[in-house]
């Protein structure tokens, strides 16, 4: 399975992005899909997942509220909708296919990794 994260840019504090996670194989509908993201200088953290039919989401505290993952699982593509950005959203964000239909915040938990998209939030 191959994953590209797309929608990342430049925008202005308060703004909104969606991000997309596509998949290359219908295999990964039946995998629950994370995103986590890197900030300058720091590690790689947890953003959220959506469960494999997506019944299920889990967020990080600091994007609750802010952020929403859907999929569509017939166009093999996951999103990441982030509103009311924040500078320190500033990161690159990635998607990644869990190993079950279930995942959480543990990136051992993730068989696929995507390339990162770029997001910069600017006070």
């Known amino acids: 399975v191959q994953l590209q994260a797309s929608g990342g840019g430049l925008v202005q504090a308060g703004g909104s992005l969606r991000l997309s996670c596509g998949s290359s194989?219908?295999?990964?509908?039946?995998?629950?899909v994370g995103w986590f993201r890197q900030p300058p200088g720091k590690e790689r953290e947890f953003v959220g997942s959506i469960s494999w039919r997506g019944g299920r989401t889990s967020y990080a505290d600091s994007v609750k509220g802010r952020f929403t993952i859907s999929r569509d699982n017939a166009k093999n593509i996951v999103d990441l909708q982030m509103n009311s950005l924040k500078p320190e959203d500033t990161a690159v964000y990635y998607c990644?296919?869990?190993?079950?239909?279930?995942?959480?915040?543990?990136?051992?938990?993730?068989?696929?990794w995507g390339q990162g998209t770029q997001v910069t939030v600017s006070s």
């Open positions: 990644a296919v869990a190993k079950g239909p279930y995942s959480g915040s543990d990136r051992d938990g993730y068989l696929t």
């Open positions: 194989k219908r295999t990964s509908s039946n995998n629950a």
